[in-house]
């Protein structure tokens, strides 16, 4: 069975740092695509970063560049967003997924995990 | 960036009607789009992918219609569990991989 499992969310203030983990089990890790997206409080989806199987191409969206690096760990099969210069505005549930094989839609997602930014 | 539009915003039907969804897009994306699924408190579900192909276990009475700029996403005999907010994703230019702002259905 697929699962992606999140973990590193919590409270930080504005400046700060955090390092968001998405550990996976159940599909052979290093062949898939993985990606972030975030949803701010009583809002809609944002795509925030994906990282190819390679592990060197990797996508971020503009509000976020110079600020999140997302990378991978084919020997743990999890997927990393770690994130700087923390904005009020990047408080967002965050969620990870997996990208399917014809890259065309995210077909497993985890639960997801909180980030608060706030003074 | 491609800008998806959704409409309506958010619809109330009863069991067993039909409900019809719509994602425009700012400029044509040919047949790059998925629609998920997004239960309160629980994360997005894919529904759709390449317009109109049903995800593992999505059962058949959600479809998807539609290529180049306008598309949508029918349920077409509404149950309970369907109330959700329903989002449409473009996967034609990117990044970024941009998402519709949702269309909440109630039932």
């Known amino acids: 069975e697929v699962q992606l499992v999140e973990s590193g969310g919590g409270l930080v203030q504005p400046g700060g740092s955090l390092r968001l983990s998405c550990e996976t089990f159940g599909f052979s890790f290093r062949n898939f695509w993985m990606t972030w997206v975030r949803q701010a409080p009583g809002k809609g989806l944002e795509w925030v970063a994906n990282i190819k199987a390679d592990g060197i191409e990797k996508h971020y969206v503009d509000s976020v560049k110079g600020r999140f690096s997302i990378s991978r760990d084919d020997a743990t099969a999890s997927v990393f967003l770690d994130m700087t210069n923390l904005r009020v505005d990047d408080t967002a549930v965050y969620y990870c997924?997996?990208?399917?094989?014809?890259?065309?839609?995210?077909?497993?997602w985890g639960r997801g995990t909180l980030v608060t930014v706030s003074s | 960036e491609i800008v998806l539009t959704q409409s309506p915003a958010a619809l109330s039907l009863s069991p067993g009607e039909r409900a019809t969804l719509s994602c425009r897009a700012s400029?044509?994306?040919?047949?790059?789009l998925a629609w998920y699924q997004q239960k309160p408190g629980q994360a997005p579900r894919l529904l759709m992918y390449?317009?109109?192909t049903r995800a593992t276990g999505i059962p058949a009475r959600f479809s998807g219609s539609g290529s180049g700029i306008d598309f949508t996403l029918t349920i077409s005999s509404l149950e309970p569990d369907d109330s959700a907010v329903y989002y449409c994703q473009q996967r034609y230019d990117w990044p970024p991989l941009t998402f519709g702002g949702g269309t909440k259905v109630e039932i």
């Open positions: 400029q044509s994306i040919n047949t790059y």
């Open positions: 390449d317009v109109s």
């Open positions: 997924a997996r990208e399917r094989e014809g890259y065309d839609s995210s077909d497993y």
